[in-house]
């Protein structure tokens, strides 16, 4: 059971999806640096984008906790971890959280497909 609303996550993927498909949003898929602020450095051109705002006011209103399960689910989605190692996930984005967790989400190109991949592996789905 999540303890993040599964429409929530479905409306930031919906967002996610939005922002990335932006012709000037360019995140490499290789760092320009091996520093952890290059994403931060490349979403910082995008601050006054209605949708990149809103999927950081989205997730900035998170309990810390939800903001931990989104990084899980997105971890989940992409192979890091699977069900079996869900808490082992949760305790790992638990305890790597940041004030950052919008931006960390944006900077993965494919977080959408992660999330939805999540939630499915939850048992949930999106209706789009």
């Known amino acids: 059971m999540l303890n993040v ?3 929530i996550v479905c409306s930031l993927i919906t967002r996610a999806r939005e922002f990335q498909a932006k012709e000037q ?4 898929d290789v760092p320009m640096n091996p ?10 051109d ?12 989205t997730v900035e209103d ?3 906790d939800q903001q931990a399960e989104l990084v899980a689910l997105m971890w989940l989605g992409r192979g890091d971890y699977d069900m ?3 808490e082992n996930a949760l305790a790992d984005a638990t305890e790597q959280l940041t004030e950052h967790t919008a931006d960390y989400l944006l900077a993965h190109p494919l977080v959408a497909d992660y999330l939805r991949d999540g939630l499915d592996q939850h048992g949930y789905s999106c209706e789009e």
């Open 25 to 28: 949003v360019v995140i490499p």
């Open 62 to 64: 998170l309990e810390p």
């Open 5 to 7: 609303n599964p429409d």
């Open 35 to 44: 520093a952890d602020d290059w994403a931060l450095q490349i979403l910082a």
């Open 84 to 86: 079996v190692e869900w």
């Open 46 to 57: 995008h601050v006054g984008d209605l949708t990149y705002q809103e999927v950081k006011s």
